[in-house]
């Protein structure tokens, strides 16, 4: 009985690696047209989160300014000076706002409250005119030709 031992010259053979080729490494001109592009990319990219965050900036501005003139046209039906609501302590406009960022006007209201109670401001006229009661006499209804020459 003769018994070849194969497998110490298998695992011998599969034990060895077998050579392996680098990768080509780019030539430098490929390098700085691959680099460049990619710069070109990222540079378009960096512009457009520039431009966006900008434009994101101006949104946000106009929304609240929108926000302050209707939070002065609630205060003017109980304020003579509405923009004087700004001034009260603790009156700010992120606490008139629900939570969806809209003008509460129940939360207006109470501002007002306590704007008036704390700065003591004055409710929008509600009195006789400054004309010293000297007012016009009613606009007449509009007479027809016939009523003119009836009178005759």
Do not use: C
């Not at 031992?5 to 077998?18: K, L, N, Q, V």
């Amino acid at each position: 009985m003769t018994t070849t031992d194969d497998t110490s010259t298998t695992d011998a053979t599969t034990t060895e690696e077998p050579e392996t080729t680098a990768p080509e490494e780019p030539t430098p001109e490929e390098q700085a047209e691959d680099g460049g592009k990619a710069s070109r990319e990222a540079a378009t990219y960096r512009r457009r989160l520039r431009e966006t965050e900008t434009e994101r900036d101006d949104l946000r501005t106009t929304v609240e300014a929108l926000q302050r003139q209707e939070v002065e046209r609630l205060a003017a039906a109980e304020l003579a000076a509405p923009a004087a609501l700004w001034r009260a302590e603790g009156v700010d406009l992120t606490t008139m706002l629900d939570d969806n960022g809209r003008v509460d006007p129940g939360k207006v209201t109470a501002a007002i409250a306590d704007a008036k109670a704390a700065l003591g401001l004055a409710g929008p006229p509600t009195g006789p005119s400054l004309d010293l009661g000297h007012r016009g006499a009613p606009p007449a209804s509009p007479k027809s030709w016939s009523d003119l020459l009836a009178q005759r």
